[in-house]
DNA sequence: GTGGTCTAGACCACA
DNA sequence: GTGGTCTAGACCACT
């Protein structure tokens, strides 16, 4: 993979049956994954245009989530040209940290176990399950 | 604890800032309790009035809750008396079907982890201090 | 002027034939008035569609710029009763802290004026006019 | 300076990030010193590769802002050696006229004064001190 | 070509 | 009643 790419439309998998917004689960992944690493600084991102009819979703729902990632830093606007990835966050990688993001999942995961009042063992050979399959 | 006795209104944990809404996070909390033997058979639920000063919240968000919990059969009301835990559902908590429960939450954790390009080791070994301190 | 009044819908003055956006119109013009005093932590803001209505904008514009403002702290969303003027904003309002607010705008003035060959003394004195006459 | 002289390209200072286009950051800046008689009639204009790699944009930005400048009457093509200032306008300097250029910002800082709730006195030495320094 | 803004109108969730 | 989300489609500004 090469850096400074076009990135392909289908960097969003949408659920379009959540109760989660569309545009919010366009924010959080993209987040994740240039903080994973997986999206580089520099990288253009697709239209709007292009990721809407890619997603069967209205522009203006990408455009809000391309909005709020650039109020976020974690985009950057360039005017007639489009959108690419910053600079600045792509230095915040250590595994360390991007673990901490998982932490407010895994506390809520915690809280629901214990109410179910479920066997630590049983929970983590679940989500062993679940980590090795995907 | 003895059976039959009266809930505290502390057996609810709102998160207001969260963009679950309240009657359903208390829904959920409810559920789980029960399904975990936290809560049993002909408990008395505390009262709408209780539960709203308690928290906080508004009256009608606890009265929407109660109304949920009465209609999916985990609530009974009894004229005049306030709400009991109901009979039927309190034999339903095999062990491996609460784990069941607590897969889609385990599954959104999966695909945060891999977004993240986390380890799979790291991600247990958060998930078991949460677990064990809890 | 009493506390935890409800604010009229007059409170935004809108230029619907500026290059400004209309919704960031709205955004800068409660943020100064916010920090100004003259709306107090605690406000009811007008409804989305009483504002839109009497200024005779769409909606989801207003709704547009209620967000920005929610998500800059300055407003605080009760879910199912609308928004309020947030707490934490109005200790900001020591009379130094609002004159820096100025600054960019006195410095754009002190560039066009260089840029002009103006004299000190006749820019001061047309401010000082347009100043006394509001 | 002496007339007729090739005008540096740092005669525009240009603010990528704000929200006022680039292209019309220069013709309005230029349009004042022109005005102001800091840049004289038949004046060589740097070129368009010269100024857009100066200031780091898009060549076709500065393009366009020469471009109103001419339809504009300000500048002169000439057929392979590049713009000139124009004589016409050059006359147009008296002190009155140009204050009156100055006004819509001051408007402007009115505005937000008032918004602000800022003593007239404070905003005027502010101005003062930024006009003195320049 | 790019993104931004706005409208008109629908539907949903919350209190 | 409140705000949130989404659509379809128009128009504009910038490069």
Do not use: C, W
Not at 10 to 29: A, C, H, K, N
Not at 52 to 70: D, I, R
């Amino acid at each position: 993979m090469t850096k400074n790419a076009d990135l392909s439309v289908d960097i969003f998998q949408i659920t379009t049956g959540s109760s989660e917004p569309i545009y919010r689960q366009m924010v959080e992944q993209l987040r994740r994954q240039i903080l994973g690493g997986q999206i580089h600084a520099g990288d253009a991102m697709p239209s709007v245009r292009d990721v809407a009819s890619g997603l069967g979703v209205n522009p203006m729902t990408v455009s809000k989530a391309y909005s709020l990632l650039e109020s976020d830093g974690l985009l950057v606007r360039r005017r007639g040209l489009g959108m690419i990835v910053a600079q600045r966050h792509t230095q915040f990688n250590e595994a360390e940290s991007r673990l901490e993001l998982l932490r407010p999942s895994l506390e809520r995961v915690g809280l629901e176990a214990q109410q179910l009042k479920l066997a630590t063992a049983d929970v983590l050979q679940m989500l062993r399950e679940i980590l090795e399959r995907a």
